[in-house]
């Protein structure tokens, strides 16, 4: 079941510019909604969270926008650089105590210098 | 570094034998999470674990495998009777659970296995 719907799947944006992933859910019990850098060989590390209770987060050159009525959110990373060319995922945890993640299907981020 | 460990890092098998993998998380987390994925797809959630203690189970994971965390430290996943279609990364995850939220998932860099 798919829960949580990302794209697009794959990303060029040349250095400097804005790059902009988005993704859907469809749980409203869902109550964090982080995200994930992966590079080739490593594992996920967190990037940024938000809960739905802000409309937005900024950390750097990292923003969460989040829509609760329209049950989406993106990231806009700034100011591209070569070294943020990796595959992102979006995220969405239910609520209760569990703590379980669900992921979206990863964006692949090319940055051209 | 004492982020979360995995091994081995890659695993070569062939399709019907068994395969154990091991995961040391973070000292202090006490829980504890298995997710697979595949080629081109997010992690998809197999099991987690609650100190010693393994809560839920993904319908993902079939009876050929198996998951512990004895002590409620290090924690093993073992696939009896390897299928091609098992060929995957295993990613585990830890975080610490308190009475009022979690802490964030802190992955390791994975177990990839090939099935042959």
């Known amino acids: 079941q798919q829960q949580v719907k990302q794209s697009p799947q794959s990303l060029i944006v040349q250095k400097g510019g804005i790059s902009i992933i988005n993704c859907a859910y469809e749980n409203t019990a869902f109550d964090y909604f982080p995200w994930y850098q992966q590079f080739p060989g490593k594992g996920p590390a967190l990037l940024i969270a938000?809960?739905?209770?802000?409309s937005e987060k900024k950390e750097g050159r990292f923003t969460i926008s989040f829509n609760k009525s329209a049950k989406q959110f993106s990231l806009h990373i700034m100011d591209s650089q070569p070294g943020d060319s990796a595959t992102y995922f979006c995220a969405a945890r239910a609520s209760g105590n569990t703590g379980k993640l669900i992921f979206g299907q990863g964006t692949t981020l090319q940055v051209k210098p | 570094d004492t982020g979360v460990s995995q091994d081995p890092r890659h695993k070569i098998t062939k399709r019907g034998q068994n395969v154990t993998f091991r995961c040391d998380p973070i000292s202090e987390h006490n829980r504890l999470y298995w997710y697979r994925q595949t080629l081109g797809q997010g992690p998809e959630f197999l099991t987690y674990?609650?100190?010693?203690?393994?809560?839920?189970k993904s319908r993902l994971l079939s009876d050929r495998f198996s998951a512990e965390r004895p002590k409620g430290s290090f924690s093993t996943l073992e696939i009896q009777r390897t299928e091609q279609g098992d060929s995957a990364m295993y990613l585990c995850?830890?975080?610490?659970?308190?009475?009022?939220?979690?802490?964030?998932?802190?992955f390791g860099n994975g177990t990839r296995l090939t099935v042959t």
């Open positions: 995850a830890s975080s610490l659970s308190r009475k009022f939220g979690n802490s964030p998932l802190h």
């Open positions: 938000i809960r739905p209770d802000v």
């Open positions: 674990f609650q100190n010693e203690a393994q809560l839920e």
